[in-house]
């Protein structure tokens, strides 16, 4: 009757035999992890202790085992700058400069249009031909030569703003 004792002890051994495939490594805190899955990509071979169907199997381990851990330093977070983070805010600071590239021309075309509008009323204005306007009530009405003379002065101010060069900002 103890022959299936044997028999049954030698299965239940056998049956036991993949819960072994396990890896063994040391991580970078310097922690021995025991897992059924791979270590991750950063870890250094040196530190994979066992590994299933792998060098040694449990002699390896055992051999690894008596050999001193060596500890791995803790890695110091790097100074630099996330290269995501830079590359957006490079996108924005681009996005930024053409937009201020697009409002400078903006302005420009209407300092422009506003000279061009001046000087062509001055002209007008300086002809000497009798001009009339509409008021608010839609009556007609003449202009006088007092009105003249403001609307000449309000074109040449208009004139001496807008048709020079852009005046720079920072001044």
Known sequence: ???PKYALFAVIACCSVPAMAQWQWIDAQGHKVFSDRAPPP???????????GGAGGIKGAVAAEAAPVPVAAPKVAEQGVDKGLQEQ??????QEAEKA???????EQQ????????KQAKATLASGRLLS???AKGERGFMDEATREAEVKR???VIASDC???PDPAQ
């Open 101 to 107: 590239q697009a409002d400078k021309g903006r302005r």
């Open 1 to 3: 009757m103890h022959i």
């Open 89 to 94: 805010k490079r996108k924005q600071e681009a």
């Open 133 to 135: 306007s509409v008021n």
């Open 155 to 157: 074109a040449d101010a």
């Open 111 to 118: 300092r422009q249009d506003n000279c061009n509008r001046a």
């Open 42 to 52: 950063d870890t250094l071979a040196k530190n994979i202790l066992r590994q299933p």
């Open 164 to 166: 020079g060069p852009l």
